[in-house]
């Protein structure tokens, strides 16, 4: 079992920034793939970003060249830096790990508000 904890979530105004931190916890030597969702009110939840173990990086094509994703394998955190913000990035942000045994865990989510 892996356990993730979310934070860096809150209101901010369009065009600024913020940073998201997730830890783990648990069974880490198994995590593979350490990556960010979101989820908008109405709509499914939505891959952001990933890094593998090795530091291999995908973003979504909506938040390419604003945000970065960054991971520190000593400290098993992951982080996601939000510049630029816009209103449609407005969402729970979730935090989920792959296991080399292919299983995902999730953290509770943390909220991103972005006003105009």
């Known amino acids: 079992q892996v356990q993730l904890v979310e934070s860096g979530g809150g209101l901010v105004q369009a065009g600024g920034s913020l940073r998201l931190s997730c830890i783990a916890s648990g069974s880490t030597f198994s995590i593979d793939v350490m990556g960010w969702y979101r989820q908008a009110p109405g709509t499914q939840r939505e891959p952001v970003a990933t890094v593998s173990t090795g530091g291999t990086t995908n973003y979504a094509n909506s938040v390419k060249g604003r945000f970065t994703i960054s991971r520190d394998n000593a400290k098993n955190t992951v982080y996601l830096q939000m510049n630029s913000l816009k209103p449609e990035d407005t969402a729970v942000y979730y935090c989920?790990?792959?296991?080399?045994?292919?299983?995902?865990?999730w953290g509770r989510g943390t909220q991103v508000t972005v006003s105009p």
């Open positions: 989920g790990v792959k296991t080399t045994g292919w299983d995902l865990f």
